[in-house]
Protein backbone atom coordinates (compact mmCIF):
# COMPACT_ATOMS: atom_id res chain seq x y z
CA UNK A 1 0.00 0.00 0.00
CA UNK A 2 1.32 3.70 -0.64
CA UNK A 3 1.75 5.88 2.06
CA UNK A 4 2.61 9.75 2.00
CA UNK A 5 4.05 10.68 5.41
CA UNK A 6 4.32 15.21 5.74
CA UNK A 7 6.61 15.37 8.38
CA UNK A 8 5.12 18.81 10.10
CA UNK A 9 2.03 19.61 10.24
CA UNK A 10 2.42 23.30 11.24
CA UNK A 11 5.61 25.33 9.84
CA UNK A 12 5.68 29.21 10.76
CA UNK A 13 7.94 31.55 8.98
CA UNK A 14 8.74 35.13 8.67
CA UNK A 15 7.88 36.98 5.00
CA UNK A 16 10.87 36.56 2.98
CA UNK A 17 12.72 33.90 4.89
CA UNK A 18 12.82 30.35 3.46
CA UNK A 19 10.92 27.42 3.83
CA UNK A 20 11.00 23.88 3.42
CA UNK A 21 7.91 21.30 3.30
CA UNK A 22 9.15 17.85 3.88
CA UNK A 23 7.44 14.82 2.01
CA UNK A 24 8.17 11.48 2.31
CA UNK A 25 6.42 8.58 0.54
CA UNK A 26 6.94 5.09 0.36
CA UNK A 27 6.52 2.66 -2.94
CA UNK A 28 8.04 -0.14 -4.20
CA UNK A 29 6.93 1.08 -7.88
CA UNK A 30 7.30 3.83 -9.79
CA UNK A 31 5.21 6.61 -8.82
CA UNK A 32 3.77 10.03 -9.55
CA UNK A 33 4.14 13.05 -7.07
CA UNK A 34 2.17 15.86 -7.02
CA UNK A 35 2.41 19.15 -4.68
CA UNK A 36 -0.87 21.02 -4.07
CA UNK A 37 -2.14 24.62 -2.32
CA UNK A 38 -5.07 24.67 -0.13
CA UNK A 39 -6.54 28.00 1.10
CA UNK A 40 -8.92 28.88 3.42
CA UNK A 41 -12.41 26.81 2.61
CA UNK A 42 -11.37 26.20 -1.00
CA UNK A 43 -10.35 23.52 -3.07
CA UNK A 44 -7.15 22.34 -3.79
CA UNK A 45 -4.90 23.80 -6.67
CA UNK A 46 -1.84 21.94 -8.30
CA UNK A 47 1.36 23.37 -7.32
CA UNK A 48 3.33 21.52 -9.54
CA UNK A 49 4.05 17.78 -10.08
CA UNK A 50 7.07 15.44 -10.68
CA UNK A 51 6.28 12.24 -13.64
CA UNK A 52 9.52 12.25 -15.02
CA UNK A 53 12.79 13.31 -16.36
CA UNK A 54 14.36 16.34 -14.64
CA UNK A 55 14.27 15.63 -10.74
CA UNK A 56 13.43 19.24 -9.74
CA UNK A 57 10.23 20.94 -10.94
CA UNK A 58 9.33 24.49 -10.33
CA UNK A 59 6.09 26.13 -9.95
CA UNK A 60 5.20 29.37 -11.70
CA UNK A 61 5.36 31.54 -8.41
CA UNK A 62 8.90 30.54 -7.11
CA UNK A 63 7.96 26.76 -5.36
CA UNK A 64 10.01 23.94 -6.57
CA UNK A 65 10.30 20.23 -5.20
CA UNK A 66 12.84 17.58 -5.88
CA UNK A 67 12.06 13.87 -6.47
CA UNK A 68 14.71 12.01 -4.52
CA UNK A 69 14.24 8.35 -5.31
CA UNK A 70 17.04 6.82 -2.92
CA UNK A 71 15.29 8.89 0.40
CA UNK A 72 12.03 8.50 -1.18
CA UNK A 73 11.13 12.06 -0.49
CA UNK A 74 10.00 15.13 -2.33
CA UNK A 75 10.40 17.76 -0.55
CA UNK A 76 8.74 21.56 -1.17
CA UNK A 77 11.26 24.77 -1.23
CA UNK A 78 10.92 28.14 -1.41
CA UNK A 79 13.84 30.97 -1.24
CA UNK A 80 11.75 33.76 -0.01
CA UNK A 81 7.83 33.30 0.65
CA UNK A 82 5.49 35.86 1.12
CA UNK A 83 2.20 36.38 3.37
CA UNK A 84 0.00 35.12 0.17
CA UNK A 85 1.73 31.68 0.39
CA UNK A 86 -0.23 30.93 3.77
CA UNK A 87 -1.88 28.02 3.24
CA UNK A 88 -2.40 24.26 3.40
CA UNK A 89 -0.07 22.15 1.86
CA UNK A 90 -0.84 18.75 0.38
CA UNK A 91 1.92 16.17 -0.69
CA UNK A 92 0.37 13.41 -2.94
CA UNK A 93 1.40 10.38 -4.92
CA UNK A 94 -0.36 9.16 -8.12
CA UNK A 95 -1.39 5.59 -9.52
CA UNK A 96 -3.39 3.58 -11.26
CA UNK A 97 -4.08 2.52 -14.45
CA UNK A 98 -7.50 3.27 -16.33
CA UNK A 99 -8.04 5.88 -13.36
CA UNK A 100 -5.19 7.64 -11.05
CA UNK A 101 -5.52 7.36 -7.83
CA UNK A 102 -3.85 9.27 -5.07
CA UNK A 103 -2.48 9.13 -2.01
CA UNK A 104 -2.18 12.44 0.14
CA UNK A 105 -0.22 12.96 3.26
CA UNK A 106 -2.02 14.77 6.02
CA UNK A 107 -1.25 18.42 5.12
CA UNK A 108 1.22 21.12 6.39
CA UNK A 109 -0.19 24.39 7.32
CA UNK A 110 2.41 27.24 6.23
CA UNK A 111 1.68 30.57 8.14
CA UNK A 112 3.83 33.06 7.24
CA UNK A 113 4.23 36.22 9.37
CA UNK A 114 4.74 40.38 8.85
CA UNK B 1 -12.25 24.74 -20.52
CA UNK B 2 -13.62 22.79 -17.66
CA UNK B 3 -15.73 23.40 -14.35
CA UNK B 4 -16.64 21.32 -11.36
CA UNK B 5 -19.16 22.92 -8.85
CA UNK B 6 -20.57 21.47 -5.79
CA UNK B 7 -23.43 22.73 -3.83
CA UNK B 8 -24.37 23.56 -1.58
CA UNK B 9 -21.11 25.37 -0.19
CA UNK B 10 -22.24 25.04 3.51
CA UNK B 11 -24.96 23.03 5.15
CA UNK B 12 -25.95 22.46 8.73
CA UNK B 13 -27.86 19.25 9.22
CA UNK B 14 -29.04 17.87 12.62
CA UNK B 15 -28.14 14.38 13.48
CA UNK B 16 -30.03 11.82 11.88
CA UNK B 17 -31.46 14.21 9.11
CA UNK B 18 -30.31 12.99 5.47
CA UNK B 19 -28.19 14.56 3.31
CA UNK B 20 -27.22 14.97 -0.31
CA UNK B 21 -24.41 16.31 -2.03
CA UNK B 22 -24.10 17.34 -5.57
CA UNK B 23 -21.28 17.79 -7.76
CA UNK B 24 -21.47 18.22 -11.63
CA UNK B 25 -18.16 18.43 -14.04
CA UNK B 26 -18.58 20.44 -17.15
CA UNK B 27 -16.53 20.64 -20.35
CA UNK B 28 -14.93 17.22 -20.35
CA UNK B 29 -16.36 13.47 -21.23
CA UNK B 30 -16.02 10.35 -19.11
CA UNK B 31 -13.97 11.73 -16.32
CA UNK B 32 -12.83 10.02 -13.02
CA UNK B 33 -14.97 11.15 -10.48
CA UNK B 34 -13.83 11.33 -6.62
CA UNK B 35 -15.06 11.88 -3.23
CA UNK B 36 -13.06 13.30 -0.46
CA UNK B 37 -13.35 14.06 2.69
CA UNK B 38 -11.28 16.65 4.97
CA UNK B 39 -12.03 16.07 8.57
CA UNK B 40 -10.02 18.69 11.14
CA UNK B 41 -6.09 18.38 11.12
CA UNK B 42 -6.71 15.38 9.16
CA UNK B 43 -5.57 15.67 5.22
CA UNK B 44 -7.92 14.04 2.84
CA UNK B 45 -9.72 10.80 3.18
CA UNK B 46 -10.55 9.07 0.08
CA UNK B 47 -14.33 7.89 0.38
CA UNK B 48 -15.60 6.79 -3.29
CA UNK B 49 -14.56 6.93 -7.12
CA UNK B 50 -16.53 6.24 -10.41
CA UNK B 51 -14.64 5.44 -13.69
CA UNK B 52 -18.47 5.66 -15.25
CA UNK B 53 -22.04 6.05 -14.86
CA UNK B 54 -23.27 3.90 -12.03
CA UNK B 55 -20.25 2.13 -11.57
CA UNK B 56 -19.06 3.11 -8.13
CA UNK B 57 -16.04 1.94 -5.83
CA UNK B 58 -16.12 2.46 -1.86
CA UNK B 59 -12.93 3.06 0.06
CA UNK B 60 -13.92 2.85 3.24
CA UNK B 61 -16.87 1.48 5.21
CA UNK B 62 -19.42 4.38 6.25
CA UNK B 63 -22.42 5.91 7.04
CA UNK B 64 -22.30 7.26 3.29
CA UNK B 65 -23.17 6.30 -0.27
CA UNK B 66 -22.73 7.58 -3.99
CA UNK B 67 -23.93 7.39 -6.84
CA UNK B 68 -23.45 8.70 -10.42
CA UNK B 69 -26.59 9.01 -12.21
CA UNK B 70 -24.86 10.89 -15.60
CA UNK B 71 -22.03 11.05 -17.02
CA UNK B 72 -20.67 14.52 -15.25
CA UNK B 73 -22.99 13.93 -11.89
CA UNK B 74 -21.81 12.45 -9.00
CA UNK B 75 -23.83 12.52 -5.87
CA UNK B 76 -22.55 12.26 -1.85
CA UNK B 77 -26.04 10.84 0.50
CA UNK B 78 -26.28 9.79 4.22
CA UNK B 79 -29.82 8.35 4.97
CA UNK B 80 -28.76 9.12 8.74
CA UNK B 81 -26.10 12.03 9.72
CA UNK B 82 -23.94 10.94 12.54
CA UNK B 83 -22.09 13.47 14.48
CA UNK B 84 -18.75 12.16 12.86
CA UNK B 85 -19.94 13.17 9.29
CA UNK B 86 -19.13 16.93 10.08
CA UNK B 87 -16.36 17.91 7.75
CA UNK B 88 -15.43 19.72 4.58
CA UNK B 89 -16.25 17.70 1.34
CA UNK B 90 -14.62 17.91 -1.84
CA UNK B 91 -15.40 16.18 -5.18
CA UNK B 92 -12.68 15.94 -7.87
CA UNK B 93 -11.71 14.88 -11.70
CA UNK B 94 -9.95 13.69 -13.70
CA UNK B 95 -8.80 11.81 -17.02
CA UNK B 96 -6.41 9.43 -17.80
CA UNK B 97 -4.46 6.93 -15.49
CA UNK B 98 -1.28 7.85 -13.11
CA UNK B 99 0.39 10.98 -13.42
CA UNK B 100 -2.69 12.79 -14.47
CA UNK B 101 -3.62 15.72 -12.21
CA UNK B 102 -7.41 15.68 -10.39
CA UNK B 103 -9.04 18.79 -10.49
CA UNK B 104 -11.18 19.84 -7.10
CA UNK B 105 -14.12 21.16 -6.73
CA UNK B 106 -14.47 24.14 -3.81
CA UNK B 107 -16.13 22.17 -1.33
CA UNK B 108 -19.27 21.81 0.76
CA UNK B 109 -18.34 22.68 4.38
CA UNK B 110 -21.17 20.08 6.23
CA UNK B 111 -21.59 20.56 10.06
CA UNK B 112 -23.70 18.00 11.44
CA UNK B 113 -25.15 18.94 15.14
Redesign the interface.
Known sequence: AQSVTQLD?QVPVFEEAPVELRCNYSSSVS??L?W?VQYP??????LL?Y?SGSTLVESINGFEAEFNKSQTSFHLRKPSVHISDTAEY?CAV?????????Y????TKLNVKP | SQTIHQWPATLVQPVGSPLSLECTVEGTSNP?L?WYRQAA????Q?LF?S?GIGQISSEVPQNLSASRPQDRQFILSSKKLLLSDSG?Y?C?W?V????????????T?LTVT
Open positions: SVYFYNQGLQLKLFSRGRNFNKFFGSG | NYGRGLLYVFLASGGAGYEQYFGPGR
